[in-house]
């Protein structure tokens, strides 16, 4: 079982920034997007809105001896189901199959981790964040059915909240009440880096994982 980390925050909080200090061959990139990150890099990415493709890289990467995946802006993921879909699949009582479906893949991409690669695995993925109608913070989706039926958040153990205020970038690592972070006892501070690589370091020393090191 896999360990899945999550990432949500504001564009331009340092999500995807916070690969820089991770060295290349440490971790395997899939940019749901493509975009270029936000500092000198010529890390190569699978670019791909397929969810079999994602699992199937996944599968290979961790075949070929990588221990940490970072899957990047996977938000986008459900933001492309939405509007690349035909007319007669978002009216009527067909939108409500479409937004199930929507679920389903994602919720199965998450399971599909924790299920399917190997225990000394991280995949952390990054997502955007909104306010739900209670204020809280949490991962941006679209509809209400993840939100309602699944609990994206739920499903992870650990999830940061990338932050820019006053101090500069940080991850914020437990609840102040208003946002859905989260993490074991003791893993972090309340207040953290924005490096993913000290991130992956301090999850592999909580768990005994070992090394950052893809042999």
Request: proline share 4%; no cysteine; hydrophobic share 35%.
């Amino acid at each position: 079982m896999a360990i899945p980390v999550l990432i949500i925050g504001k564009s331009g909080s340092g999500k995807s920034h916070s690969l820089k200090n991770l060295p290349q061959t440490d971790y395997a990139l899939i940019n749901i997007l493509g975009k270029p990150l936000p500092f000198k890099n010529d890390k190569p990415f699978l670019k791909t809105f397929n969810y079999k493709e994602i699992q199937q890289k996944m599968l290979g990467y961790v075949n070929a001896g990588v221990k940490n995946i970072i899957i990047d802006d996977a938000g986008y993921l459900l933001t492309h189901a939405l509007m690349s879909a035909g007319a007669e699949r978002t009216k009527g009582s067909n939108i409500f199959n479409h937004y199930r479906e929507m679920a389903e893949n994602f919720y199965n991409l998450i399971t599909f981790v924790q299920a399917e690669l190997p225990s000394d695995v991280i995949v952390t993925i990054t997502m955007h964040e909104e306010r739900n109608d209670f204020g809280e913070v949490k991962p941006k989706t679209v509809g209400k059915m993840l939100d309602e039926k699944v609990s994206i958040e739920g499903l992870f153990t650990i999830v940061l909240n990338s932050v820019k205020d006053s101090e500069g970038y940080a991850f914020l690592t437990n609840t102040d009440g208003l946002s859905v972070t989260k993490s074991p006892e003791d893993m972090f501070e309340q207040r953290i880096p924005n490096d993913l690589n000290f991130v992956i370091e301090k999850i592999r020393e909580y768990y005994n994982l070992g090394g950052n090191n893809n042999e």
